[in-house]
């Protein structure tokens, strides 16, 4: 029953996405915005996801082959593919939890440490993604001094959550003991389910135990989102565009904000909602042309993510996961 309930939310903020974002507009002008796409764009582009999907993997893999060095490279790679569409395509971002799973059923890892991999993920990427934000917005891509305010408070949130699991690291028992306290007043549930996370991060934390071996992440971190960022705003142009690549940092980051927020499967509505959003009304790109711009990035998001996923299908068999 609850399953069906999230399900039905999820859905719910698609619709209300897609209603918000598609309102008033030209659909005879979102033909037109699709019309430059050429075959070269488009295979560039996918290029780039694809190129984007090996970076994230081998990042995973240097906390995962720490963690057990002998977790064959191809299970590896199927188990990253796996999550990373699971995350995309799953409601209400559950795929969160499909690499752990594989993780436990594919190696001599436990759930709590994949998970704890999976949460310095999120909080690198976090840190990271807010930086891009904050420097494009430094180099000029602020349209009011508003979202120069908007993207220094997301650094600092940022910064301090990060500050928090370094703590975590370096003293865990006191910094337990101090979340345990103060999320008392939210019941056993959310404070064992918080502090639980917490743990998973120190022992996947453990899987970077080098400075030698954080500086690959970061800078396979950084890598990654900036190749990102690019291939959004190769295509734009392609698609005749009028927007630099500062600005499609700053879009790229409001669609981050965009598909965190539980929505249905694939992120629709949420996804292309952000896009328009942040193209039309900070960039003054005409909204056909944002919205055919969200429709494509979306559409080769998805394809890209189902096509190279499915040769790994047989680890969901093989391990049972698909059953939990």
């Not at 939890?97 to 436990?110: D, M, V, Y």
Request: charged share 10%; no cysteine; aromatic share 10%.
């Amino acid at each position: 029953m609850r399953k069906a309930l999230s399900l039905s939310l999820g859905l719910a903020i698609s619709a209300l996405a897609i209603v918000w974002g598609f309102r008033d507009l030209d659909w005879g002008g979102i033909q037109q915005g699709l019309a430059p796409l050429s075959w070269f764009a488009t295979g560039l582009y996918v290029l780039s996801l694809l190129a984007i999907h090996f970076l994230r993997a081998a990042r995973w893999s240097l906390m995962v082959r720490a963690l057990d060095n002998e977790v064959p490279a191809y299970p590896l790679i199927g188990m990253s593919f796996l999550g990373f569409a699971g995350v995309f395509l799953v409601p209400l971002r559950l795929g969160e939890f499909a690499r752990p799973l594989l993780l436990k059923a594919h190696s001599r890892i436990g759930f709590s440490a994949g998970l704890g991999t999976v949460a310095i993920e999120r909080a690198v990427d976090g840190l990271v993604m807010t930086g891009f934000l904050v420097g494009a917005i430094l180099l000029g891509a602020a349209p009011s001094a508003g979202m120069l305010a908007t993207g220094l408070i997301a650094l600092a949130v940022f910064v301090s959550a990060s500050l928090a699991f370094v703590a975590m690291a370096r003293w865990p028992q006191a910094s337990e003991a101090f979340w345990g306290r103060m999320l008392r007043p939210f019941g056993d549930r959310v404070r064992e389910a918080f502090l639980g996370l917490l743990r998973g991060f120190v022992e996947g934390l453990g899987s970077l135990p080098t400075h030698g071996s954080r500086l690959v992440y970061l800078g396979l971190t950084l890598s990654y989102w900036g190749l990102n960022g690019w291939g959004m705003w190769f295509l734009a142009t392609e698609m005749g565009l009028q927007v630099n690549l500062q600005a499609m940092f700053v879009t790229m980051a409001i669609l981050v904000v965009g598909i965190m927020v539980p929505a249905g499967p694939g992120a629709v509505g949420t996804f292309h909602a952000a896009i328009i959003w942040g193209l039309s009304h900070l960039y003054g790109v005409d909204k056909a042309g944002a919205a055919a711009f969200a429709l494509t990035v979306h559409g080769l998001q998805v394809i890209h993510m189902v096509v190279v996923a499915i040769p790994f299908v047989g680890l969901i068999r093989r391990s049972g996961a698909g059953d939990d």
